[in-house]
């Protein structure tokens, strides 16, 4: 199955500063790689995702590249702000067709990182 | 909409006992999760479902019974909580994209998860 690998584990910057969290996979057959945010008590919420067919996605702030060769892809969050501290979690997503023709998935995530913005 | 939905927040279970955690939400997801959370582990898929009526096991099914009798509701059920269930639970939902071989599902949907203790 698919092997999400995400460093760093911990992650602490001073506010105005970029953050960098990069991410691996293992299954050539993933297409879809989503990363999440996840707030002190709250569930994790999808803040940007990019599919395999681009290399780069920008939203304000947030970017996400992907390197399908090397089965790599990375989050860059440019001019941090405290409220951007949280557990970012990466996720892989492999395609599985089932006879009636209907495609799902199930997202395997990395281990997160702790994002930390000082101000 | 209220989104997904879980009770209890919190619980905490002797060794042995049995309890149900519960699942619903309002999108009318035809797909639902159960994931588990634990430090430095990242998010582990426990069961899914496609759809009423359907499940199927994930990652990490021992230990756990689920059942999907409305397109609502997806209950997760510990007949015998051992400690190493002690964990946080988040439930899930997403559409799928039907048609499409090289589709993904929609974005997941998380609830703000149980916190389970088993001692």
């Not at chain 1, 092997?3 to 996979?25: F, M, R, W």
């Not at chain 1, 951007?84 to 023709?101: E, K, L, M, Q, R």
């Not at chain 2, 099914?61 to 999907?68: E, F, K, L, M």
Request: glycine content about 8%; charged content about 15%.
């Amino acid at each position: 199955g698919e092997n999400v690998e995400q460093h760093p584990s911990t992650l602490s910057v001073q506010e105005g500063d970029s953050a960098v969290i990069k991410c691996t996979y293992s299954d050539s057959a993933s297409n879809y790689f989503p990363w999440y945010k996840q707030e002190l008590g709250k569930g994790p919420q999808l803040i940007i995702d990019i599919r395999s067919n681009v290399g780069e996605k920008k939203d304000q702030r947030i970017a996400v590249t992907l390197n399908k060769t090397a089965k790599h892809f990375s989050l860059h969050i440019t001019e941090t702000q405290p409220e951007d501290s949280a557990v970012y979690f990466c996720a892989a997503h492999p395609i599985t067709t089932n006879a009636g023709g209907t495609s799902y998935g199930k997202l395997t995530f990395g281990q997160g990182t702790i994002l930390t913005v000082h101000p | 909409n209220a989104g997904v939905t879980q009770t209890p927040k919190f619980r905490i279970l002797k060794i042995g006992q049995s309890m149900t955690l519960q699942c619903t939400q309002d999108m009318n997801h035809n797909y639902m999760y159960w994931y588990r959370q634990d430090p430095g582990m990242g998010l582990k898929l426990i069961y899914y479902s496609v759809g009423a009526g359907i499940t199927d096991k994930g990652e990490v099914p021992n230990g756990y019974n689920v059942s999907r009798s409305t397109t609502e509701d997806f209950p997760l059920r510990l007949e015998l909580a051992a400690p190493s269930q002690t964990s946080v639970y988040f439930c899930a939902s997403s559409y799928p994209n039907r048609g499409r071989s090289n589709a993904s599902n929609s974005p997941l949907h998380f609830g703000n998860g149980t916190r389970l203790t088993v001692t």
